[in-house]
């Protein structure tokens, strides 16, 4: 839509050349700030303008630029070592969008609208991503995905602050993985994604529970649990108002999709 609010798009060539002020937004794909009007806003910042590589693949990991977008990381391989690289088709194919907003839409901005079904949050967190941020005054800070998103549309970026990259490391992309998604109706918003990974002799289990969840849960095992330790773990850390209830499914049914998918993955891991 027309935002007829804004009477100024600024592209800096650099962080340093950006005054910023109240009625300040920063623009990657756009596609939600385009989505609804933004009274509030009456200048946009390009982040293109920046020129940052949209993937940068090190023996260290994977950085991914906030303004990546969806369909870039979507045909990204990754050498053959990273074995979990197919986690991110399956996470982007979990995405309720068009093929507009496919190549236009950022993995920063998905991950800065902070929902609950975002699936790039959920990718980003299963392979304990570590996000950097840019803040208004000071150096550079970061801050895992899994504490980044506190909960629905909620994340702990303060005014102006901006997120730059998300840093995927090598150890994680190498582990083994598996993942269940579910949604009520076809093609539909995803009511729960969970991802479990780990290591070849099943040591290091860890389970991510993301989309049932206002934020990310994560769990931790030194080695895949029993099948009735697992669901202990899942009640005991989530209780019954952990859950995210919304038109795309009750609390009960988000509980019991999780403890029947985690179960799932931890006998597909084990």
């Known amino acids: 839509m027309n935002l007829n609010t804004i009477v100024e798009v600024k592209r800096p060539g650099s962080i340093e050349e950006v005054e910023?002020?109240?009625?300040?937004?920063w623009l990657g794909g756009g596609t939600w700030l385009f989505s609804e009007p933004q009274v509030a806003t009456d200048t946009l910042v390009d982040l293109e303008s920046f020129g940052w590589p949209a993937l940068t693949a090190t023996p260290r990991g994977l950085e991914i630029a906030a303004t990546c977008k969806i369909a870039e990381l979507h045909a990204f391989k990754g050498p053959p070592a990273?074995?979990?690289?197919?986690?991110?088709?399956?996470?982007?194919?979990?995405?309720?969008?068009?093929?507009?907003?496919?190549?236009?839409?950022?993995?920063?901005?998905?991950?800065?609208?902070?929902?609950?079904a975002g699936a790039m949050v959920s990718l980003t967190s299963a392979l304990e991503g570590v996000c950097t941020l840019w803040p208004r005054m000071g150096g550079p800070r970061e801050i895992?995905?899994?504490?980044?998103?506190?909960?629905?549309?909620?994340?702990?970026?303060?005014?102006?602050?901006?997120?730059?990259?998300?840093?995927l490391p090598a150890s994680a992309l190498s582990r083994r993985y598996a993942m269940r998604q579910a949604s009520l109706t076809h093609l539909g918003r995803s009511a729960a994604l969970i991802v479990g990974t780990a290591g070849d002799n099943g040591e290091d289990?860890?389970?991510?529970?993301?989309?049932?969840?206002?934020?990310?849960?994560?769990?931790?095992?030194?080695?895949?649990p029993a099948a009735t330790e697992l669901r202990q773990a899942i009640d005991e850390r989530l209780p019954a108002e952990s859950w995210f209830e919304d038109v795309h499914g009750?609390?009960?049914?988000?509980?019991?999709?999780?403890?029947?998918?985690?179960?799932?993955i931890r006998a597909e891991l084990a």
């Not at 910023?20 to 937004?25: K, Q």
């Not at 979990?94 to 800065?112: D, R």
């Not at 289990?205 to 895949?224: D, E, G, H, N």
């Not at 009750?250 to 799932?264: F, G, L, M």
Request: aromatic share 12%.
């Open 250 to 264: 009750s609390a009960p049914y988000k509980r019991h999709i999780t403890r029947y998918y985690a179960e799932q």
């Open 20 to 25: 910023w002020r109240d009625g300040h937004a």
């Open 144 to 167: 895992p995905v899994a504490d980044f998103v506190t909960g629905n549309h909620m994340n702990v970026l303060q005014k102006g602050e901006l997120l730059r990259s998300i840093h």
């Open 205 to 224: 289990f860890l389970l991510t529970v993301s989309a049932a969840t206002p934020r990310p849960v994560q769990l931790r095992f030194k080695k895949i």
């Open 82 to 116: 990273w074995r979990a690289i197919p986690l991110i088709r399956d996470c982007i194919d979990a995405f309720l969008m068009s093929f507009k907003i496919w190549n236009a839409a950022t993995v920063g901005g998905n991950i800065c609208m902070s929902l609950p």
